[in-house]
């Protein structure tokens, strides 16, 4: 899985009960957007900790 996936798979995540904070959908895209650039910086190892916290399997 690429790191833009699992920005994908975790804005998803993210905007679902119990985490949702904002139920549009600009709201969904800001967040991948965000995430997608993070990821960048992160290696793989620190993503797949964040994506536990929402659940989302690497």
Do not use: W
């Not at 679902?16 to 793989?44: G, V, W």
């Amino acid at each position: 899985m690429t790191k833009d996936q699992l920005a994908l798979k975790i804005s998803l995540a993210m905007h679902k009960p119990p985490h949702a904070r904002m139920d549009t959908f600009n709201a969904y895209i800001n967040t991948y957007k965000c995430l997608s650039d993070y990821f960048q910086e992160l290696s793989m190892d620190d993503i797949a900790g964040i994506a536990s916290r929402y659940g989302v399997i690497v």
